[in-house]
């Protein structure tokens, strides 16, 4: 109980950074939508397996940045983002495949501190947030110019689905003087960690690339993409994203 009070203390002290004013929801209702959607996944990757061209699947890595709005102050700020994506094979005659994408940002580590007397009793409070951004993707991918250019250009749209996480630590120190022994003081504390998730939902987004083809099976890729209505709980996270990367198909 001494644990929830503190927060709750904590959270409505003035000054504290706008996020804190939000309410926090439990992941329970995104593992259930995430439930849907890996079905549809596996549907799709069965599908794209079935009628394959040429091309095996393949598994890449990209690391980039995106520019969005900063959580603590709503500013807009541009943070390193890293992928891993799961591609099908092509299919179609080598014109179409589908990505599985996963991919997050850190947002760093924001600090805050508290201290006064209550009744003669000295509180402090020291909190540390440490947020984070997570997504995954699944695209449907069009390459006008199919398999025969040693360039191939590619669009694609999709849908996604976010987490934005707080991982939280406090330390809480009550110091008081001995009531029967007067110049004695006692110092109580207590500490703890958690994580929240303060915003999830789905989001469409859109994509367009270059893929470089370096040997048979390894690739190099440059995308760019827009991310729509990426937004819950006053949080909007929708906005350009541009990477880098490899791809090596099986």
């Not at 209702?29 to 990757?45: E, K, P, V």
């Not at 934005?164 to 809480?172: A, I, N, Q, R």
């Not at 006692?186 to 500490?191: A, H, L, R």
């Not at 991310?227 to 090596?248: A, E, I, N, R, T």
């Amino acid at each position: 109980m001494a644990q929830i009070e503190s927060i709750d203390r904590w959270r409505q002290k003035p000054g504290r950074n706008l996020i804190n004013s939000f309410s926090i929801e439990r992941a329970v209702s995104a593992n259930r939508c995430g439930i849907g959607m890996c079905s549809a996944i596996m549907l799709l990757c069965w599908a794209t397996t079935c009628f394959a061209g040429g091309s095996g699947p393949g598994i890449g890595i990209k690391v980039g940045a995106q520019t969005l709005d900063s959580p603590s102050d709503f500013d807009k700020t541009t943070r390193a983002r890293f992928e891993l994506e799961l591609a099908s094979p092509k299919f179609g005659n080598d014109y179409f495949d589908v990505a599985l994408t996963f991919g997050g940002s850190s947002f760093g580590s924001f600090h805050d501190e508290y201290a006064g007397f209550d009744d003669g009793v000295l509180i402090e409070e020291f909190y540390t947030d440490r947020y984070s951004l997570f997504d995954l993707r699944l695209a449907g991918r069009l390459y006008p110019l199919g398999d025969s250019s040693w360039l191939q250009p590619y669009v694609g749209a999709g849908i996604g689905y976010f987490w934005f996480f707080d991982s939280w630590e406090y330390e809480y120190y009550e110091t008081y003087e001995d009531p029967y022994v007067p110049g004695v003081f006692y110092t109580y504390n207590e500490t703890g960690d958690g994580r929240d998730t303060l915003a999830h939902g789905f989001f469409p987004f859109v994509t367009a690339g270059l893929t470089v083809p370096v040997e048979s099976n390894f690739e190099l890729q440059f995308e760019v993409q827009y991310h729509y209505d990426k937004q819950d709980s006053g949080f909007d996270f929708g906005g350009p994203v541009y990477m880098f990367g490899c791809l090596f198909r099986f």
